[in-house]
């Protein structure tokens, strides 16, 4: 295990993933975050330096995780001038985990090729705890030899691990992903809160749901939490409301209407204009109960 290995961005999702190439024999050399605190700490517990820049990261690395917000930060961390993962990049593999435009993606894979770096996508379709345990499920894009450059470590973090095709798949497949899901979430709290309008026992009504059509994975993981407002964050409204507004350009680039993720994103940007951005996603709920937010 001779590559040595950044990370870029280290909120929940980034700091265990580099935790658990940690766990598997890698050697984690050095983490950046834009909040200095978190790296620092994760850089104490890893052993690993806490990068003041971004080139300090490249310099100190052979592979580079990105785990940044949306486009405009992962942008910025490949920026033709000043301060940037691309100083002295030849040579370097960047793994992408955003959830960001495919044009993004697309255009970071172009920039590192212009640098001599090669760039993969590598989307995540997982939650936290998946990340710390190696259970990822990965959606993987760009150059296929880089992908096999970099299998071997993708391995250590996904029980799941699919090559989709050239810059820019991976991404359309997780805003699919994400489009569905949030679609799902905003539907199944609009259920339950129906239900609770009228009368209904949830306990029970979600024992149907989950014996019926109704059924979903959103169901397992959302439903109690949304019955309970128990919206501690793992994925937060903030991107579901951005990831369904990937999925809607997509859809409109394409000449498609999609009115049902349309109006997903109009209730999760709601959640966020009311301040509530920061719940879990399962806080849409808060929409749709009487006596609540809504």
Not at 23 to 41: E, F, K, Q, S
Not at 48 to 75: E, G, K, N, P, Y
Not at 133 to 156: D, K, N
Not at 206 to 224: C, I, N, P
Request: hydrophobic fraction near 45%.
């Amino acid at each position: 295990m001779k590559e040595k290995i950044g990370f870029v961005g280290v909120g929940r999702m980034g700091a265990n993933m580099a935790r658990r190439l940690g766990d598997c024999g890698y050697r984690i050399t050095a983490v950046y975050d834009a909040h200095r605190p978190a790296a620092a700490a994760l850089a104490r517990e890893l052993d690993a330096r806490h990068a003041r820049t971004l080139a300090a990261v490249t310099a100190a690395a052979d592979v580079i995780f990105t785990v940044v917000t949306d486009d405009s930060a992962q942008l910025s961390v490949f920026a033709v001038h000043g301060d940037s993962l691309l100083v002295r990049a030849r040579g370097k593999v960047f793994v992408n985990c955003a959830t960001v435009t495919p044009k993004t993606h697309v255009e970071v894979g172009r920039r590192a090729k212009r640098w001599g770096a090669m760039a993969l996508e590598g989307c995540m379709a997982s939650s936290i705890s998946q990340a710390r345990q190696g259970t990822l499920y990965l959606m993987c894009a760009g150059e296929r030899r880089c992908f096999e450059r970099v299998r071997p470590i993708l391995e250590r973090l996904s029980t799941a691990l699919r090559f989709v095709g050239r810059a820019g798949r991976a991404a359309q497949v997780k805003a699919l992903v994400n489009m569905v899901m949030n679609a799902n979430t905003a539907a199944l709290a609009e259920g339950l809160g129906l239900g609770a309008a009228l009368g209904h026992d949830l306990d029970m009504l979600r024992e149907v749901f989950a014996q019926t059509g109704a059924q979903s994975q959103v169901l397992k993981t959302d439903g109690e939490d949304m019955q309970n407002r128990a919206h501690e964050c793992y994925f937060s409204a903030a991107h579901a409301a951005k990831d369904s507004t990937i999925a809607w350009v997509l859809g409109c680039e394409a000449g498609l209407q999609l009115p049902i993720a349309a109006a997903a994103r109009l209730q999760f940007e709601r959640l966020v204009s009311l301040g509530l951005g920061g719940l879990d996603k399962s806080g849409v709920a808060e929409l749709t109960f009487k006596g609540r937010h809504g």
